[in-house]
């Protein structure tokens, strides 16, 4: 089971992109997970600059996108998740 | 070059998703792509459903995010673009 990294509306894009490349290194899978707007567009952004992170180091990612529903304090909301795989080398695009 | 599918804040998630899934059927790659907060979020989101759509097809499908500047009525944005690719069996999550 990959770590989840929790992601906010006011959550600093390159410090989210350095706790996923972290653990895309360590453990070659990491699940992204935000709620609302402005938290799903901090995620997105912020698994844009971990790919170009990792691209250093010779990882290529990819994101498979999903909708779970998740409780938060006491009321279930729907979350974005973004599992983050390592691509097989030819595969990217 | 894929098709660019590009996603507003008032975008319907499961039209978008239909659109994916057409493309991703058709040409196995696309390119989703959205500027702000909603349109990322409505694009995140068409995304999770395209993939159930094509998992239903028996195609895994990921997404390779990324940042990119975008001209829009003469001023520079930054889009997010989401490469959408086809999994090969056995990478999935």
Redesign the interface.
């Known amino acids: 089971m990959a770590d989840t990294i929790k992601v906010s ?1 006011s959550s600093v894009t390159t410090s989210v992109a350095g706790a996923i490349a972290g653990v895309m290194r360590h453990d070659h ?1 990491a699940d992204v997970q935000a709620i ?3 938290a ?2 901090q ?3 912020a ?3 971990a ?1 170009v992170y990792l691209q250093d180091d010779g990882l ?8 779970v529903d998740v409780d938060v304090d006491g009321q279930t909301r729907t979350a ?1 998740r ?2 983050v ?1 390592e ?2 080398e030819g ?3």
């Open positions: 509306g899978a609302g707007p402005k799903v567009n995620a997105a952004k698994l844009a600059i790919r290529s990612i990819c994101c498979v996108p999903q909708l974005v973004f599992s795989i691509l097989p595969v990217a695009p």
